[in-house]
C-alpha cells in the first residue's frame, strides 16, 4: 500500500501530538495535588494542556470550568487533525460534534433531576455554541422537559426526545431510555459515515471497534441493571444499543435469564467476552474503555490508515480527559492517591 502525501501527514501530526499525552509521572504528579487550583497550575505549566490554559487565573478557577475547559482540548485537537484527512476527516468531525451535543444534553438532564440545572453555568461549554444548533445558553435556566425541547427545537435532538416528554411537566422522566435513545442516534450517524466514506479493511476495522464497544456496553449496562436495580426484563430490552455482533437473540438470553451466575459465564463464554471480560479489572463499568485503550494504542503506534490512527487519537485522548476529571474529582472529595489511581485506565 502507497500512502499520499496527505496520509503521512495524518499519521504523523497524530503521532507526534500522541507524544505529548500524560505520562505516568504526570498522573502521579496530578494526584499528589492538594486542590483544583494546584491541578490547574501543573496542567498549564508543565503539560499540553498549557496552550488552552494559558489565559485562566489557576488561583481561583471553578472545578467546572477546568473541566470545560479541559473538554476542549479534545475539540480542538481533532479540528487539527481533521485538516490533514480530507477524505474522511471532516464527516467524522460530524461525529465528534453529535457525542459532544449528546453528553451536554444528557448532563443538564442529570442536573434537571438534582433540580441544579443554574450549576451548568459552571461548566457549559461556550466554545462550543457556534459549532451546534442547539441552544446551550438556555441550558441553565431550564426547568422542566419542555424548556429542553424548547432549547433542542432547532435541532435532530428534538425529535429524538419528543417521545419522552412527560404528559406533567413535573414528572420525572426516564435517563436511561433517553440515554439510549441519544446513543442510538449517535451509532447510526457513525456507522453510515463508515459506510459511507471509508471501505476495504479500514472499513472493517472501524466496524469492528465500535461493534466490539457496543457489545461490550449492552453487557455492562444489563449486569448493572440486573443487579442494582428492580426493573423487569422487558425494561432492559429497551435500553440497549441495537447494534454489535451479538444479536438481539443471544442478548434477550441475558436479559431473561434467571441465574446471574451463568448469565455471566455466558458472556465471558462469548467471542467478545472471552477476550475482554477475563480481564480483572476494577469494576465492570471500565471494561468498554479499557477495549477501545488498548485498541486504539495499538492503532496509534502501528495503523497505516488514516482514519483509524485520527479515530485512535481521539479514543486516547477521550481517556486521558476523563483520567484528569477523575483525579479533580477524587481531589475534591479528599479521596486516597490508591483510591483515584483505581478509577482510571492507563
Not at 46 to 67: Q, V
Not at 122 to 127: A, D, L
Not at 139 to 145: A, E, L, R
Not at 246 to 273: F, W
Request: charged share 25%; aromatic share 12%.
Amino acid at each position: 500500500m502507497i500512502l499520499s502525501y496527505a496520509s503521512n501527514a495524518v499519521l504523523s501530526k497524530a503521532r507526534a501530538m500522541y507524544g505529548k499525552r500524560l505520562k505516568e509521572k504526570d498522573y502521579l504528579n496530578l494526584m499528589s495535588c492538594d486542590s483544583v487550583s494546584e491541578i490547574a497550575s501543573y496542567l498549564k505549566h508543565r503539560t499540553s494542556y498549557s496552550d488552552i490554559l494559558s489565559a485562566i487565573n489557576e488561583s481561583d478557577i471553578h472545578r467546572g470550568y477546568l473541566e470545560d475547559i479541559i473538554r476542549r482540548k479534545l475539540f480542538y485537537d481533532f479540528a487539527v487533525l481533521g485538516k490533514y484527512d480530507l477524505s474522511s476527516g471532516e464527516h467524522f468531525f460530524n461525529y465528534i460534534i453529535a457525542k459532544i451535543e449528546i453528553q451536554e444534553i444528557m448532563h443538564i438532564i442529570m442536573l434537571m433531576a438534582a433540580g441544579k440545572t443554574s450549576e451548568y453555568l459552571y461548566s457549559m461549554p461556550v466554545f462550543f455554541g457556534r459549532h451546534t444548533k442547539i441552544d446551550i445558553y438556555a441550558f441553565s435556566s431550564i426547568k422542566n422537559f419542555d424548556d429542553l425541547l424548547e432549547a433542542t427545537k432547532k435541532s435532530v435532538y428534538k425529535e429524538v426526545l419528543m417521545p419522552f416528554r412527560p404528559h406533567n411537566i413535573n414528572t420525572p422522566v426516564d435517563i436511561s431510555q433517553i440515554e439510549a435513545a441519544l446513543y442510538t442516534y449517535l451509532y447510526d450517524v457513525v456507522f453510515h459515515i463508515i459506510d459511507k466514506y471509508t471501505r476495504g479493511k479500514t472499513k472493517a476495522e472501524l466496524n469492528d471497534l465500535f461493534n466490539t464497544y457496543i457489545d461490550l456496553n449492552n453487557m455492562v449496562r444489563i449486569t448493572r441493571v440486573k443487579k442494582f436495580y428492580s426493573v423487569d426484563d422487558e425494561y432492559i430490552e429497551t435500553i440497549i444499543f441495537p447494534f454489535g455482533t451479538l444479536g438481539i437473540k443471544t442478548l434477550r438470553e441475558y436479559i431473561y435469564s434467571k441465574d446471574p451466575k451463568q448469565m455471566m459465564i455466558d458472556m465471558k463464554n462469548s467471542k467478545v467476552g472471552k477476550k475482554w471480560l477475563s480481564k480483572g479489572l476494577d469494576t465492570i463499568d471500565k471494561i468498554p474503555k479499557y477495549m477501545r485503550f488498548i485498541r486504539s494504542l495499538h492503532d496509534i503506534r502501528f495503523s497505516i490508515s488514516p482514519p483509524i490512527v485520527l479515530m485512535s487519537y481521539i479514543f486516547l485522548k477521550e481517556i486521558e480527559i476523563l483520567n484528569i476529571i477523575n483525579i479533580i474529582e477524587g481531589i475534591r472529595y479528599k479521596l486516597s492517591s490508591d483510591e483515584i489511581k483505581s478509577m482510571l485506565i492507563q
